[in-house]
Protein backbone atom coordinates (compact mmCIF):
# COMPACT_ATOMS: atom_id res chain seq x y z
CA UNK A 1 0.00 0.00 0.00
CA UNK A 2 0.95 3.61 -0.78
CA UNK A 3 1.12 6.50 1.94
CA UNK A 4 1.96 10.04 1.35
CA UNK A 5 1.50 13.76 3.15
CA UNK A 6 -0.23 16.01 0.33
CA UNK A 7 -0.55 19.79 0.20
CA UNK A 8 -3.40 21.95 -0.46
CA UNK A 9 -2.35 21.99 -4.10
CA UNK A 10 -2.12 18.35 -4.32
CA UNK A 11 1.78 18.46 -4.37
CA UNK A 12 3.60 15.33 -2.57
CA UNK A 13 5.58 16.32 0.12
CA UNK A 14 6.09 13.27 1.55
CA UNK A 15 6.00 9.50 0.09
CA UNK A 16 6.46 6.16 1.74
CA UNK A 17 4.99 2.11 0.82
CA UNK A 18 4.24 -1.01 3.10
CA UNK A 19 3.44 -4.45 2.34
CA UNK A 20 -0.46 -4.47 3.30
CA UNK A 21 -0.08 -7.65 5.29
CA UNK A 22 -2.99 -9.33 3.62
CA UNK A 23 -1.65 -13.06 4.18
CA UNK A 24 -2.24 -12.35 7.79
CA UNK A 25 -5.76 -11.70 7.32
CA UNK A 26 -7.97 -8.89 6.92
CA UNK A 27 -7.50 -8.01 10.65
CA UNK A 28 -3.75 -7.06 10.13
CA UNK A 29 -4.77 -5.46 6.85
CA UNK A 30 -6.59 -2.88 8.72
CA UNK A 31 -4.18 -2.66 11.52
CA UNK A 32 -1.55 -1.98 9.17
CA UNK A 33 -3.49 0.86 7.54
CA UNK A 34 -4.24 2.36 10.40
CA UNK A 35 -0.59 2.22 12.10
CA UNK A 36 0.85 3.50 8.40
CA UNK A 37 -1.53 6.61 8.64
CA UNK A 38 -0.51 7.36 12.27
CA UNK A 39 3.15 7.18 11.45
CA UNK A 40 3.02 9.44 8.81
CA UNK A 41 0.87 12.32 10.90
CA UNK A 42 3.63 12.15 13.40
CA UNK A 43 6.51 12.26 10.43
CA UNK A 44 4.69 15.54 9.52
CA UNK A 45 4.59 16.88 12.87
CA UNK A 46 8.52 15.68 12.88
CA UNK A 47 9.78 17.48 9.50
CA UNK A 48 6.82 19.84 8.92
CA UNK A 49 5.99 21.24 12.29
CA UNK A 50 2.82 19.80 11.87
CA UNK A 51 0.79 16.93 11.33
CA UNK A 52 -1.83 16.11 9.14
CA UNK A 53 -5.36 18.22 9.62
CA UNK A 54 -7.36 15.22 7.44
CA UNK A 55 -6.43 12.30 6.67
CA UNK A 56 -8.11 10.34 3.15
CA UNK A 57 -8.31 6.56 2.51
CA UNK A 58 -9.12 4.93 -0.46
CA UNK A 59 -9.62 1.22 -0.42
CA UNK A 60 -10.21 -1.58 -3.16
CA UNK A 61 -13.73 -3.69 -3.51
CA UNK A 62 -17.05 -2.17 -2.21
CA UNK A 63 -16.99 1.09 -0.55
CA UNK A 64 -19.59 3.09 1.37
CA UNK A 65 -17.91 6.38 1.32
CA UNK A 66 -20.96 8.27 2.56
CA UNK A 67 -20.54 6.15 5.67
CA UNK A 68 -17.18 5.51 5.58
CA UNK A 69 -17.35 1.70 5.85
CA UNK A 70 -15.23 -0.94 3.72
CA UNK A 71 -17.62 -2.87 2.46
CA UNK A 72 -16.16 -5.87 0.53
CA UNK A 73 -12.72 -6.33 -0.86
CA UNK A 74 -11.62 -9.69 -2.85
CA UNK A 75 -8.70 -9.97 -1.86
CA UNK A 76 -8.32 -8.45 1.45
CA UNK A 77 -11.12 -10.37 2.90
CA UNK A 78 -12.34 -7.78 4.83
CA UNK A 79 -16.05 -7.24 5.17
CA UNK A 80 -18.19 -4.56 6.42
CA UNK A 81 -14.99 -2.57 8.16
CA UNK A 82 -15.98 0.83 9.61
CA UNK A 83 -13.12 2.01 8.36
CA UNK A 84 -13.46 6.11 8.92
CA UNK A 85 -14.34 5.78 12.49
CA UNK A 86 -11.02 3.81 13.42
CA UNK A 87 -8.72 6.17 11.42
CA UNK A 88 -10.34 9.14 13.08
CA UNK A 89 -9.96 7.38 16.34
CA UNK A 90 -6.31 6.60 15.82
CA UNK A 91 -5.78 10.26 14.55
CA UNK A 92 -6.93 11.81 17.76
CA UNK A 93 -10.18 13.04 15.85
CA UNK A 94 -9.11 14.25 12.52
CA UNK A 95 -11.55 14.53 9.67
CA UNK A 96 -11.15 11.14 7.63
CA UNK A 97 -12.60 10.76 4.09
CA UNK A 98 -12.90 7.04 2.60
CA UNK A 99 -12.59 6.12 -1.14
CA UNK A 100 -12.89 3.60 -3.45
CA UNK A 101 -9.45 2.90 -4.67
CA UNK A 102 -10.09 3.63 -8.71
CA UNK A 103 -12.76 6.38 -8.18
CA UNK A 104 -10.12 8.21 -6.30
CA UNK A 105 -7.00 7.71 -8.70
CA UNK A 106 -9.85 8.83 -11.28
CA UNK A 107 -10.35 12.13 -8.81
CA UNK A 108 -6.82 13.27 -8.71
CA UNK A 109 -6.29 12.22 -12.87
CA UNK A 110 -9.26 14.71 -13.41
CA UNK A 111 -8.30 17.54 -11.05
CA UNK A 112 -4.25 17.64 -11.28
CA UNK A 113 -3.19 14.66 -13.62
CA UNK A 114 -4.31 13.58 -17.51
CA UNK A 115 -8.06 15.72 -16.96
CA UNK A 116 -6.97 18.56 -15.78
CA UNK A 117 -9.63 20.97 -16.71
CA UNK A 118 -12.13 18.56 -18.11
CA UNK A 119 -15.38 18.79 -17.11
CA UNK A 120 -16.35 15.23 -18.09
CA UNK A 121 -13.91 12.40 -18.55
CA UNK A 122 -13.86 8.59 -18.19
CA UNK A 123 -10.62 6.85 -16.46
CA UNK A 124 -10.34 3.74 -17.20
CA UNK A 125 -7.17 1.56 -15.36
CA UNK A 126 -6.23 -1.72 -17.23
CA UNK A 127 -4.20 -3.47 -14.69
CA UNK A 128 -5.22 -7.18 -13.22
CA UNK A 129 -8.62 -5.91 -13.99
CA UNK A 130 -10.67 -3.03 -15.51
CA UNK A 131 -12.12 -0.52 -13.87
CA UNK A 132 -13.45 3.14 -14.27
CA UNK A 133 -14.27 6.03 -12.92
CA UNK A 134 -16.66 8.54 -13.88
CA UNK A 135 -15.56 12.48 -13.46
CA UNK A 136 -18.29 15.08 -13.75
CA UNK A 137 -17.43 18.86 -12.51
CA UNK A 138 -14.96 17.83 -10.37
CA UNK A 139 -16.40 15.06 -8.54
CA UNK A 140 -16.21 11.57 -9.39
CA UNK A 141 -19.94 9.34 -9.47
CA UNK A 142 -20.45 6.36 -7.37
CA UNK A 143 -23.99 5.23 -8.08
CA UNK A 144 -26.85 4.86 -6.01
CA UNK A 145 -24.72 1.32 -4.55
CA UNK A 146 -21.51 2.18 -5.12
CA UNK A 147 -20.99 0.48 -8.45
CA UNK A 148 -20.97 3.20 -11.31
CA UNK A 149 -18.04 2.66 -13.53
CA UNK A 150 -17.78 -1.00 -13.34
CA UNK A 151 -16.56 -0.82 -17.49
CA UNK A 152 -14.71 -4.08 -16.96
CA UNK A 153 -17.81 -5.54 -16.84
CA UNK A 154 -20.05 -4.71 -19.46
CA UNK A 155 -20.03 -7.91 -22.18
CA UNK A 156 -17.91 -7.36 -25.14
CA UNK A 157 -17.96 -10.86 -26.57
CA UNK A 158 -21.23 -12.51 -25.32
CA UNK A 159 -19.77 -16.18 -25.78
CA UNK A 160 -16.53 -14.95 -24.83
CA UNK A 161 -14.47 -16.37 -21.47
CA UNK A 162 -15.79 -17.15 -18.05
CA UNK A 163 -15.73 -13.96 -15.63
CA UNK A 164 -15.40 -13.91 -12.02
CA UNK A 165 -18.79 -11.37 -12.01
CA UNK A 166 -20.51 -14.79 -13.16
CA UNK A 167 -20.97 -13.29 -16.41
CA UNK A 168 -19.35 -14.17 -19.54
CA UNK A 169 -16.88 -12.27 -21.97
CA UNK A 170 -16.57 -9.42 -19.86
CA UNK A 171 -14.04 -6.50 -20.95
CA UNK A 172 -11.53 -7.78 -18.36
CA UNK A 173 -11.77 -11.00 -19.56
CA UNK A 174 -10.39 -9.41 -22.76
CA UNK A 175 -8.56 -6.70 -22.44
CA UNK A 176 -7.19 -6.16 -18.93
CA UNK A 177 -3.34 -6.52 -18.50
CA UNK A 178 -3.79 -9.95 -17.19
CA UNK A 179 -6.08 -11.04 -19.67
CA UNK A 180 -3.45 -10.05 -22.32
CA UNK A 181 -0.68 -11.50 -20.40
CA UNK A 182 -2.67 -15.33 -20.53
CA UNK A 183 -3.52 -14.57 -24.35
CA UNK A 184 0.40 -14.06 -24.76
CA UNK A 185 1.57 -16.86 -22.70
CA UNK A 186 -0.83 -19.02 -24.34
CA UNK A 187 0.52 -17.70 -28.05
CA UNK A 188 4.08 -17.60 -27.69
CA UNK A 189 4.69 -21.02 -26.01
CA UNK A 190 6.52 -19.09 -22.75
CA UNK A 191 4.30 -19.50 -19.05
CA UNK A 192 6.36 -16.59 -17.79
CA UNK A 193 5.85 -13.85 -21.21
CA UNK A 194 3.66 -11.28 -19.96
CA UNK A 195 1.56 -8.10 -21.49
CA UNK A 196 4.56 -5.95 -21.25
CA UNK A 197 6.76 -8.77 -23.11
CA UNK A 198 3.87 -8.80 -25.90
CA UNK A 199 3.88 -5.05 -26.29
CA UNK A 200 7.20 -5.78 -27.35
CA UNK A 201 6.67 -8.17 -29.60
CA UNK A 202 4.24 -6.27 -31.34
CA UNK A 203 6.70 -3.25 -32.25
CA UNK A 204 9.21 -6.01 -33.18
CA UNK A 205 6.33 -7.15 -35.77
CA UNK A 206 5.61 -10.54 -34.32
CA UNK A 207 2.32 -11.73 -36.31
CA UNK A 208 0.92 -13.82 -33.11
CA UNK A 209 1.73 -10.84 -30.64
CA UNK A 210 0.37 -8.62 -33.20
CA UNK A 211 -3.00 -10.89 -33.20
CA UNK A 212 -3.45 -11.19 -29.68
CA UNK A 213 -2.93 -7.48 -28.95
CA UNK A 214 -5.48 -7.13 -32.05
CA UNK A 215 -7.89 -8.98 -29.90
CA UNK A 216 -7.08 -7.05 -26.80
CA UNK A 217 -7.27 -3.78 -28.53
CA UNK A 218 -10.85 -4.56 -30.49
CA UNK A 219 -12.41 -5.30 -27.54
CA UNK A 220 -11.01 -2.61 -25.50
CA UNK A 221 -12.43 0.37 -28.30
CA UNK A 222 -15.86 -1.57 -28.09
CA UNK A 223 -16.08 -1.67 -24.64
CA UNK A 224 -15.07 2.33 -24.56
CA UNK A 225 -17.29 2.91 -27.45
CA UNK A 226 -20.56 1.48 -25.28
CA UNK A 227 -19.20 3.77 -22.23
CA UNK A 228 -18.71 6.62 -24.10
CA UNK A 229 -22.19 6.66 -25.86
CA UNK A 230 -23.56 6.47 -22.50
CA UNK A 231 -21.47 9.08 -20.56
CA UNK A 232 -20.26 11.24 -24.02
CA UNK A 233 -17.07 11.96 -21.98
CA UNK A 234 -14.66 15.20 -23.15
CA UNK A 235 -11.81 12.78 -22.01
CA UNK A 236 -10.86 9.42 -21.97
CA UNK A 237 -7.76 8.51 -19.83
CA UNK A 238 -6.60 5.23 -19.48
CA UNK A 239 -4.20 3.68 -17.21
CA UNK A 240 -2.93 0.84 -15.40
CA UNK A 241 -0.15 -1.41 -16.79
CA UNK A 242 -1.46 -2.19 -20.42
CA UNK A 243 -1.44 1.97 -20.94
CA UNK A 244 2.43 2.02 -20.38
CA UNK A 245 2.96 0.61 -23.73
CA UNK A 246 2.25 3.54 -24.96
CA UNK A 247 1.36 4.67 -28.49
CA UNK A 248 1.88 0.85 -28.96
CA UNK A 249 -1.57 0.72 -27.19
CA UNK A 250 -2.78 4.64 -28.28
CA UNK A 251 -2.54 4.30 -31.68
CA UNK A 252 -4.45 1.46 -32.34
CA UNK A 253 -7.03 1.78 -29.82
CA UNK A 254 -7.86 5.91 -30.87
CA UNK A 255 -8.20 4.01 -34.92
CA UNK A 256 -10.44 1.57 -33.23
CA UNK A 257 -12.55 3.80 -31.30
CA UNK A 258 -12.91 6.16 -34.30
CA UNK A 259 -13.95 3.51 -36.94
CA UNK A 260 -16.71 2.48 -34.43
CA UNK A 261 -18.13 5.60 -33.94
CA UNK A 262 -21.23 6.50 -35.85
CA UNK A 263 -23.19 9.60 -34.37
CA UNK A 264 -21.14 9.63 -30.74
CA UNK A 265 -18.52 12.70 -30.56
CA UNK A 266 -15.31 11.44 -30.06
CA UNK A 267 -13.55 12.26 -26.76
CA UNK A 268 -9.31 12.90 -26.32
CA UNK A 269 -8.08 9.56 -25.55
CA UNK A 270 -4.96 9.55 -23.64
CA UNK A 271 -2.90 8.44 -21.27
CA UNK A 272 -2.89 8.97 -17.75
CA UNK A 273 -0.26 11.06 -15.69
CA UNK A 274 0.29 9.99 -12.33
CA UNK A 275 0.68 6.79 -12.72
CA UNK A 276 0.30 4.51 -9.44
CA UNK A 277 0.57 7.32 -6.86
CA UNK A 278 -2.68 8.68 -8.57
CA UNK A 279 -5.06 7.08 -5.46
CA UNK A 280 -2.84 8.16 -3.20
CA UNK A 281 -2.86 11.73 -4.41
CA UNK A 282 -6.75 11.51 -5.04
CA UNK A 283 -6.95 10.28 -1.32
CA UNK A 284 -5.46 13.67 -0.32
CA UNK A 285 -8.20 15.75 -2.38
CA UNK A 286 -10.20 13.88 -0.65
CA UNK A 287 -9.14 14.95 2.84
CA UNK A 288 -8.88 18.16 1.27
CA UNK A 289 -12.22 18.53 0.24
CA UNK A 290 -13.68 17.54 3.74
CA UNK A 291 -11.70 20.86 5.11
CA UNK A 292 -12.80 22.69 2.48
CA UNK A 293 -16.97 21.62 2.79
CA UNK A 294 -16.82 21.81 6.47
CA UNK A 295 -15.75 25.64 6.03
CA UNK A 296 -18.23 26.01 3.53
CA UNK A 297 -21.03 24.48 5.81
ZN1 LIG B 1 -17.38 -9.69 -15.33
Known amino acids: MKAALVGADGTLLHEARRATGR ?22 VEHFGTGAVAAGVAVPGIVDATNGIAIYAANLGWRDVPMRALLAERLGGLPVALGHDVR ?12 RGADRFLFVPLGTGIAGAIGIAGTIEAGAHGYAGEIGHIVVRPDGPDCG ?15 VTRAWAAASGDPDA ?49 AEAGETLFTPLRAAVE ?38 A
Not at 271 to 279: F, M, S, V, Y
Open 165 to 179: CGQRGCLETLASASA
Open 23 to 44: ERGPDAVVETILAFAAELHAYG
Open 194 to 242: DAADCAKAVESGDPAAVRVWRNAVDALAAGLVTALTLLDPRTLIIGGGL
Open 104 to 115: TGGLAEGRIGAG
Open 259 to 296: ERVTFQKLPHIVPAALGDTAGCLGAGLLAWDLLSTEVS
